[in-house]
Nanobody, 125 residues
């Protein structure tokens, strides 16, 4: 299984960007995906998760970011609106096989089976 994160780039504060996470080598849609990010000098943090009819968001992005999935394309998206300079980070997607995670576990990085390589998002003032 390989995950390919893409869609990062430069964006002005207040603008929008859509990240994609494409899974290959995985023929089932029985998986869930989390988006994480790591800002310069900070630890990697979970920001959003999509399971089977279940989504979670970190407080820092709730109301601005929307996660979605297209099982026909084995792709998960992260729509980022009203971005802020604090959103500058490398964004990673991670895949976990199987059932939904719950609110207390989706941020735990060790719960995921596969990781993408990351895509850099830079938000300009």
């Amino acid at each position: 299984v390989q995950l390919q994160a893409s869609g990062g780039g430069l964006v002005q504060a207040g603008g929008s960007l859509r990240l994609s996470c494409a899974a290959s080598g995985f023929t089932s849609d029985y998986y869930t995906v989390g988006w994480f990010r790591q800002a310069p000098g900070k630890e990697r943090e979970g920001i959003s998760y999509i399971g089977h009819s279940r989504t979670f968001y970190a407080a820092s992005v709730k109301g601005r970011f929307t996660i979605s999935r297209d099982n026909t394309k084995n792709t998960v998206y992260l729509q980022m609106n009203s971005v802020k300079p604090d959103d500058t980070a490398v964004y990673y997607c991670a895949l976990r096989r199987g059932n939904n995670m719950i609110a207390s576990t989706w941020r735990q990085q060790e719960q995921y089976d596969y990781w993408g390589q990351g895509t850099l998002v830079t938000v300009l003032q």
